[in-house]
């Protein structure tokens, strides 16, 4: 589904250059689990970005889903990144002012879904993912745990096929952090290609597949058997 070939992402920073990403090869298949880890400023948040299509890299090629991504216009990638990609962050980026039914329906909407079509994929949502009662509350209303959950059924209601996590644990307690985590895992489950960036070790083991960067590299792919919880 991910193919990567020799990415690179530099930032300039006044006179300074930075390899956000150097020269990244990457393939991941349909349906995979992957932690990315590493230092801050290794580069994870940048190699998310472009897989979400949110940024374009420097140097290399991306092909999604067979598609080589580097020639398309941005209404093309803008279409691509609707359809095909979800994205939860560490601070949730839910909008202030809409209640969370709302949320979640916004990329249905700005896709140009009719309303009743909107309502019955988001209210499902909203019931699998335990916010029945938080519909009508806004972001400002609601827990850390429940905004990240907004976030993630605002993520799925498009039904994309690859959802990048960027530290979506960062901000919440241990164990809200563990229900969103098993929610993530649910999801991948039924199919879901998952992309987790994480500083979290045991976040990091439960994934059958670690990715460890430093320096805009990937120093380290390792396929692992996935930690299970005790009892
Ligand atoms: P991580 O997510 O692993 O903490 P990032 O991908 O955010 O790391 O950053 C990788 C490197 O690229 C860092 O050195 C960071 O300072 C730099 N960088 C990232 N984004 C930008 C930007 N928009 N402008 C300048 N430098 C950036
Ligand atoms: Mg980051």
Redesign the pocket.
């Known amino acids: 589904m991910i193919r990567l070939r020799g990415v690179s992402r530099c930032?300039t920073?006044g006179d300074t250059r930075?390899m956000?990403l150097d020269r990244v090869d990457l393939d991941v298949a349909a349906g995979e689990y992957l932690a990315v880890m590493?230092p801050?400023?290794?580069?994870?948040?940048?190699l998310l970005n472009i897989l979400g299509l949110l940024d374009v890299p420097d140097a290399g090629e991306y092909w999604l889903g067979g598609e080589a991504t580097a020639t398309l216009d941005e209404e093309r990638r803008a279409e691509l990144r609707s359809r095909q990609i979800g994205f939860v962050f560490q601070s949730y980026h839910l909008i202030p002012r809409l209640t969370a039914l709302e949320n979640i329906e916004l990329p249905m909407l700005l896709a140009g879904f009719e309303p009743a079509e909107r309502r019955r994929r988001s209210v499902h949502l909203v019931e699998r993912l335990g916010l029945g009662d938080r519909i009508g509350h806004r972001p400002a209303e609601l827990s850390g745990g429940q905004r990240q959950r907004v976030a993630i059924a605002r993520a799925m209601v498009m039904r994309p096929a690859l959802l990048l996590a960027d530290e979506p644990t960062g901000n919440l307690d241990s164990r809200s952090g563990a229900e969103v985590v098993a929610l993530l895992e649910e999801l991948n489950g039924e199919g879901l290609t998952l992309l987790v960036v994480t500083h979290d070790a045991a976040l990091g083991a439960r994934a059958a597949r670690r990715l460890e960067?430093l320096d805009?590299r990937i120093l380290a792919d390792t396929r692992q058997e996935p930690a299970r919880a005790c009892g």
């Not at 801050?40 to 940048?46: N, P, Q």
């Open positions: 930032f920073l930075v956000g590493g801050s400023g290794s580069g994870k948040s940048t960067m805009g």
